[in-house]
């Protein structure tokens, strides 16, 4: 694989990483958030991470095969300058349009009242944090990696 293949199959890898982190600490929250009484307000922005989540793997997993493999059936990652340039910018351009959406989740979980640790709380840690963190990764997620783009 070349340099700009590697780093391309680093980006996606990466952004899928933070991806399944955030879903699977919204899979774990949530259920245990209804259970043990969250307030509606945290319960509506659950659903609403829930919503925007699905929707950017949604948007990832279309960018995948479009312009990540070179097809749907092989799944191997495109090796052609052309192509690698064009994942890249696609990319790019994907996370610009998801970028609104998550500073606006962030800001919500900044906002909002956060449940009581009784709440969220599993031993050793605390969903709700973990959950933000995941989520403020995705935010952050294309500082440097894409600015070599």
Do not use: C
């Amino acid at each position: 694989m070349s340099a700009s293949g590697d780093f391309l199959w680093r980006l996606n890898h990466e952004y899928g990483s933070r991806l399944t982190r955030a879903r699977s600490y919204l899979d774990l929250l949530e259920p245990l958030a209804r259970a043990r009484g969250a307030s509606p307000a945290a319960l509506d922005l659950l659903d609403h991470t829930r919503v925007l989540l699905e929707s950017v793997h949604d948007e990832h997993r279309a960018w995948r095969y479009t312009y990540f493999y070179d097809s749907h059936e092989n799944k191997r990652v495109v090796q052609s300058p052309t192509a690698i340039r064009r994942a890249l910018i696609s990319f790019s351009q994907m996370r610009a349009a998801q970028e609104n959406e998550l500073n606006d989740l962030v800001g919500a979980f900044i906002n909002l009242p956060r449940p009581e640790p009784v709440i969220t709380g599993v031993p050793n840690t605390d969903l709700w944090e973990l959950l933000y963190a995941a989520v403020y990764e995705l935010v952050t997620f294309t500082g440097d990696l894409l600015d070599a783009v």
